[in-house]
């Protein structure tokens, strides 16, 4: 049960790990989530001598021959992180860009309190 949290992310089991190995040919194994696929890439990049990350729709999304797991899966977690947030537009009068609505910049603070008086 959830109690009310629902899962952020689903995952049908269609991103792939193409491990390719010059002597044993082409694996491929079906993970339930981009975690799992990182893991299997992890556990078994040194052994291969190339290993892919492959989405749903047929797309490579990673290869070993083009970067290192950790370097990947720092920068997916980074946009994962940034897709998740939503920020409402807020248009500070002094141009600050650090100013949010639920939390506004000192300046738009001062000017809030006085506007309260």
């Given at each position: 049960?959830?109690?009310?949290?629902?899962?952020?992310?689903?995952?049908?089991?269609?991103?792939?790990?193409?491990?390719?190995?010059?002597?044993?040919?082409?694996?491929?194994?079906?993970?339930s989530s981009y975690e799992d696929a990182?893991?299997?890439?992890?556990?078994?990049?040194?052994?291969?001598?190339?290993?892919?990350?492959?989405?749903?729709d047929g797309s490579v999304v990673f290869?070993?021959?083009?970067?290192?797991?950790?370097?990947?899966?720092?920068?997916?977690?980074?946009?994962?992180?940034?897709?998740?947030v939503q920020v409402e537009d807020h248009?500070?009068?002094?141009?600050?860009?650090?100013?949010?609505?639920?939390?506004?910049?000192?300046?738009?603070?001062?000017?809030?309190?006085?506007?309260?008086?």
């Open positions: 049960m959830t109690h009310g949290l629902e899962p952020t992310e689903e995952y049908d089991g269609s991103i792939t790990v193409r491990l390719l190995d010059d002597r044993s040919g082409t694996e491929e194994i079906r993970c990182i893991e299997r890439v992890k556990e078994r990049q040194h052994a291969v001598t190339a290993a892919k990350i492959v989405a749903g290869t070993s021959a083009d970067m290192e797991i950790d370097d990947w899966e720092r920068v997916w977690r980074r946009e994962k992180r940034r897709q998740s248009d500070c009068p002094h141009d600050s860009v650090s100013c949010f609505p639920d939390d506004l910049c000192v300046q738009c603070q001062i000017d809030k309190v006085r506007g309260g008086y």
